[in-house]
């Protein structure tokens, strides 16, 4: 029976799986659908501002509106939830013009407090 030596074969096949996990045959970011990835801003270079390089995009595209000091999702969310409230407001008054009755008069209420 021949001795094989545990130790070369260990090293050998560390050697083997690391030089295996190296190689990539395909990009491993998608790039089209990676919101990280649409973020970046080419134009910064990373070791000067990495913050910038990796938002730049963004802060492009979403400036933050004259009336607020900060802007993020949460607003974004909060502005698009009020304007379809708003919208749906305003047919509902729209449909009930020609009737005078109790609903008239909340939709206008809600009208006015989503304007003051």
């Not at 090293?11 to 491993?28: D, M, R, S």
């Not at 990796?54 to 979403?62: S, Y």
């Not at 933050?64 to 802007?71: E, G, V």
Request: hydrophobic content about 40%.
């Amino acid at each position: 029976m021949q001795k094989i030596y545990k130790k070369p074969v260990l090293y050998i096949t560390a050697l083997t799986a690391l030089a295996l996990c190296a190689y990539q045959t395909k990009t491993i970011i998608d790039k089209p659908n990676d919101p990280v990835y649409q973020n970046i801003d080419p134009l910064v270079s990373p070791g000067a501002d990495f913050f910038l390089y990796a938002n730049g995009t963004w802060f492009k595209n979403n400036p933050i509106p004259a009336a607020y000091s900060s802007w993020g999702i949460g607003n974004e969310v909060t502005e698009e939830i009020r304007d379809r409230l708003k919208k749906i407001n305003e047919d509902a008054l729209k449909a009930n013009a020609s009737k005078d009755h109790q609903p008239k008069k909340l939709v206008i209420f809600i009208i006015a407090a989503w304007i003051a």
